[in-house]
């Protein structure tokens, strides 16, 4: 196996740190390219006015899984290295519905309120101030938020474990899925909400 | 659709940026094994900052804790270094496409009070939301879906979910 090279050895710190920089100026530099750093075009999802974070997300999703995957396939990757976040239904579910509810009312999420803050948006710091109070109130409330959520930690769970699917077909499903899902987006965007109130 | 102000340049295409950023991510999972991330770097960033006020403060809880008595430096991480580089990123690309107005964005029915008041509860459970889930859409939506992790395609459904509930109760303050 030849990747990921950080974590099989050959590279060292350094190389990590120039790596995660180099991945952040052009994740940011994205971010603002593509409208992510306007709070605006973020809620617009919402409504069906602008599937553009929509559009974002699922291209970036099915080029990183059809990369990855293929390397995997042809030997260079250990994807069993790579990155993978345990499955907790309570927590992602309960901390999605929350997330969620936020990101409809304050216009952004984390990565796109610092593209917008370092674009000046003052929506974008106030919301970053709001998050630093919200990071406070889930510190303070720990013990009681991990007696309730934090308990069924299901490990790191595949789409492909949970459909019984080989990675190649679940990989193929959700292209296909997606872009059954973009041609769908295009026909009735602008068109959840008749007129605007 | 949403586009950019008169005084700034276009946004790009959608489908392109997203390519690109799938690229970017492949390559964090091909050199480290890791992804993106902005949710973890804000967390050790409160942390320290809360730390240098009162570290007893934060030896007291439980979960600020864990982030200051690791070996390494609350800060010295892959995420916060990440978030360097949005920081810079979003810079180059705001001042080439004068996109640095300062300005507060707002949908067109409300007024700037009601703006800060919606940016700043959102933002709180934002945070909220992505603490318990483990995770932001980047961290854990984007970079969890490409690598067909159960975890991510959850936290997205979920988000999207609530949020087109949520949008719909406060859609004056969008539309």
Sequence with gaps: MLAPFLKLGYIDDLGMILTSIVAGLVFGYILVSTGMGNSRKISAVFYGKDWGVMKVMFSAVVTTMILTYSSFYLGILDISLVQLTKLNLGA????????????????????????????????????????????????????????????????KVTLSDVFNLSFGTMSMLVVLTALGTFLLLNKIEGKLYKKSI | MINAQKHEKAYINPYLGGIGLGMV?????????KGLGASGALTRMFTFTLNLMSPTYVAGHDYLYKYVSSSNHVLYHWLTFMLVGVVIGSLVAGFRQKRMKVEMLKGPGTTKNRRIMTAFAGGILVAFGARLAGGCTSGLALTGAATLGAAGWVFFLSVFTAGLAVAYIIRREWL
């Design chain 1, 92 to 155: 992602q579910i309960y901390g999605g519905l929350i997330f969620g509810a936020g990101m409809a009312i304050g216009g952004y999420c984390p990565g796109t309120a610092i593209a917008a803050g370092a674009n000046r948006k003052i929506d974008a710091l106030i919301f970053i101030l709001g998050f630093m109070v919200g990071l406070w109130m889930f510190a303070i409330n720990y013990g009681t938020i991990s007696e309730f959520f934090m308990t069924d930690n299901l490990g």
């Design chain 2, 25 to 33: 991510l492949f390559f964090t999972f091909f050199v480290a094994g």
